[in-house]
């Protein structure tokens, strides 16, 4: 009898000395063998996956003026038509919903023909600003590395394409800016390394520091105030 008391009270002070996990601010975790479960990650970072594009599908279905050329120099769009002859009401909101596209020709044909327009549309861009926010906004969003370098890209020839285009895009801010704030510190620490990727210019806290400084100098007057709002870390390059 005796020996059973003892085996209880030493399986006790095992059971009181074992650590149990725990999540954080529960009653449990205010035991005194329990271990705090760190939190799961956010996955502010992490890759979402990308949505079948309405660009892909009108590429696949030949309805694109447009087609693949080749020369000494590389890849180009061979247009069938003038550029300045497109309906850009049509045609740039679906060339700015490819960007989310990653595989060839689909990637090519959106990234180049989306600087053709770009090039090419003067006046005709600005009335279209408005239908190109959500696919800029998808694009960012899927937060692919190399969609997200393309679409800054984009973004920086957008604000310079015609007059006002800057200005216009001050309003949407809102909904493109936050994934700057996130990605704005992802910098590549080489050391004494070569960083080939500032090369290429797909840094993307380069890229991202380059738009907003671009957005700040076409914006206009109200431009730093709403994209210090976005980007507390901001810092403006016209008032410093």
Same mark, same amino acid.
């Given at each position: 009898?005796?020996?059973?008391?003892?085996?209880?009270?030493?399986?006790?002070?095992?059971?009181?000395? =074992?650590?149990?996990?725990?999540?954080?601010?529960?009653? =449990?975790?205010?035991?005194?063998?329990?271990?705090?479960?760190?939190?799961?990650?956010?996955?502010?970072? =992490?890759?979402?996956?990308?949505?079948?594009?309405?660009?892909?599908?009108?590429?696949? #279905?030949?309805?694109?003026?447009?087609?693949?050329?080749?020369?000494?120099?590389?890849?180009?769009?061979?247009?069938?038509?003038?550029?300045?002859?497109?309906?850009?009401?049509?045609?740039?909101?679906?060339?700015?919903?490819?960007?989310?596209?990653?595989?060839?020709?689909?990637?090519?044909?959106? #990234?180049?023909?989306?600087?053709?327009?770009?090039?090419?549309?003067?006046?005709?861009?600005?009335?279209?600003?408005?239908?190109?926010?959500?696919?800029? =906004?998808?694009?960012?969003?899927?937060?692919?590395?190399?969609?997200?370098?393309?679409?800054?890209?984009?973004?920086?020839?957008?604000?310079?394409?015609?007059?006002?285009?800057?200005?216009?895009?001050?309003?949407?801010? #809102?909904?493109?800016?936050?994934?700057?704030?996130?990605?704005?510190?992802?910098?590549?620490?080489?050391?004494?390394?070569?960083?080939?990727?500032?090369?290429?210019?797909?840094?993307?806290?380069?890229?991202?520091?380059?738009?907003?400084?671009?957005?700040?100098?076409?914006?206009?007057?109200?431009?730093?105030?709403?994209?210090?709002?976005?980007?507390?870390?901001?810092?403006?390059?016209?008032?410093?």
């Amino acid at each position: 009898m005796v020996f059973e008391t003892s085996k209880a009270t030493e399986t006790c002070s095992n059971i009181k000395g =074992k650590k149990t996990d725990s999540e954080g601010f529960t009653v =449990k975790a205010m035991m005194k063998n329990s271990i705090v479960r760190a939190p799961p990650a956010a996955g502010a970072f =992490k890759e979402r996956p990308a949505k079948p594009t309405a660009f892909r599908k009108f590429c696949e #279905r030949g309805d694109f003026p447009i087609a693949l050329e080749h020369d000494t120099k590389g890849n180009k769009i061979a247009w069938k038509i003038e550029i300045e002859k497109l309906d850009y009401h049509h045609y740039l909101p679906l060339f700015f919903d490819g960007l989310c596209e990653t595989t060839h020709p689909y990637e090519f044909f959106a #990234r180049q023909g989306v600087h053709d327009m770009l090039e090419h549309g003067g006046p005709k861009i600005l009335p279209v600003i408005p239908q190109l926010i959500i696919p800029i =906004k998808n694009a960012l969003n899927i937060r692919n590395r190399q969609v997200i370098c393309t679409t800054l890209k984009v973004l920086q020839h957008l604000v310079v394409s015609a007059d006002m285009v800057g200005e216009a895009l001050v309003p949407y801010y #809102r909904q493109i800016l936050p994934i700057f704030n996130i990605f704005k510190n992802v910098n590549t620490n080489s050391g004494d390394g070569i960083d080939y990727s500032q090369q290429k210019r797909e840094n993307i806290g380069d890229l991202i520091q380059e738009t907003l400084e671009a957005f700040e100098r076409h914006g206009g007057e109200d431009a730093f105030i709403n994209i210090k709002y976005m980007v507390p870390t901001y810092e403006s390059c016209l008032l410093n």
